[in-house]
């Protein structure tokens, strides 16, 4: 007697989101597949890349404001720590600062939680087979940056280390401090960088700092 064949693997799910209801949808979404199981879940990011690597799960979906940790650090430390596994960005967060940030840490698909529930779905398919999944929107987003001027070139060495340091949190002071320069040498040079890259606030500036990899997520 010929024996049935073996039934295919599912496909494991790991869900962070601190969000409890839109994990419980996550859930339900992924539980009415049937080809899919979840893995995993966490609603604050201290330790994800770590259970993610022990589960090792086939896809993991990650929201970018977690608390205890960001989501763009856990994707790059995912890509670091468990390379198999494609990370899905699933956030409210619609910057293109982001998006770009996202795919550089190492995501395979950024998926907006306004997006119809079918785009989830497909990316989720896409990725458990090891492909990319952009929606229209994303695919745009990443395709127009390519045709814009990177003004990073324009930052001296000094600038780019100031950088460096201010979106690692120091003050101004303490930057004058650790490059043996006073706090108005710094603030000039904070002011030139902000002129050069044609930006308004610091957070923008953080947002830049990590698209062009001044700075590590």
């Known amino acids: 007697m010929t024996e049935p064949p073996a039934a295919p693997n599912k496909v494991r799910i790991f869900i962070a989101d601190d969000h409890e209801l839109l994990r419980a949808g996550l859930r339900r979404l992924v539980e009415q597949h049937p080809d899919w199981e979840v893995s995993g879940e966490a609603s604050e990011g201290d330790g994800v890349a770590e259970l993610v690597r022990q589960q090792k799960p086939d896809v993991v979906i990650l929201d970018v404001a977690l608390p205890g940790a960001s989501g763009l650090a856990i994707a790059a430390e995912i890509s670091k720590t468990s390379p198999t596994v494609a990370t899905l960005i699933y956030t409210g967060d619609d910057d293109p600062a982001v998006i770009h940030a996202a795919f550089e840490a190492g995501a395979k698909s950024f998926i907006l939680k306004t997006e119809e529930r079918h785009h989830l779905i497909a990316a989720i398919e896409a990725l ?90």
């Open 128 to 217: 458990a087979r090891h492909k990319p999944y952009l929606t229209p929107d994303v695919a745009e987003i990443l395709l127009a940056s390519q045709f814009r001027t990177d003004k990073t070139q324009e930052l001296t060495v000094r600038e780019r280390e100031i950088v460096r340091l201010i979106c690692e949190g120091k003050s101004n002071q303490e930057v004058a401090n650790l490059l043996d320069i006073s706090t108005r040498t710094v603030e000039v040079h904070r002011a030139s960088v902000m002129r050069k890259l044609q930006l308004d606030a610091f957070a923008d500036l953080v947002r830049y700092a990590i698209r062009h990899k001044l700075v590590k997520p």
